[in-house]
């Protein structure tokens, strides 16, 4: 697979999303605990999670998950000056127009990784 190796994790709350040059990468939170991976890796696709009970990936709108970022993450953009809050509303819609964005729909025991690597290497 071209993800992470099963059972890797960024981080157990948020992590920190860096722009180098026209990727992004994701980074732990200094106050993860649970995590081997302190490098973070390469950005390869942003995805809601749904709860269901078989597992499905769909496309969704790259506005639509855009704006449930946004508006899921306010409380830390609405303290930022300006300029900084700017910065940061075009680095999100960055990051959701250069990478695959879906849903993922599954119970906890029927994730399906090779699926997911399709998505986002375009293979499915």
Not at 80 to 98: Q, T, V, Y
Request: glycine residues 10%; hydrophobic residues 40%.
């Amino acid at each position: 697979s071209m993800l992470a190796p099963r059972g890797s994790v960024l981080g157990d709350d948020r992590s920190l999303l860096v722009r180098t040059g026209e990727a992004f990468r994701a980074f732990p939170a200094p106050w993860n605990t649970i995590s081997s991976n302190q490098g973070g890796g390469r950005i390869a696709g942003v995805f809601l999670l749904e709860k269901a009970s078989s597992f499905s990936i769909r496309r969704t709108d790259r506005r639509d998950i855009f704006a449930f970022l946004w508006h899921d993450n306010a409380a830390y953009f609405e303290d930022l000056p300006p300029p900084e809050r700017d910065r940061a509303f075009e680095a999100l819609l960055d990051l959701c127009r250069c990478v695959p964005c879906g849903t993922v729909s599954f119970a906890p025991d029927r994730f399906d990784y090779g699926a997911l690597s399709d998505f986002v290497t375009g293979g499915g």
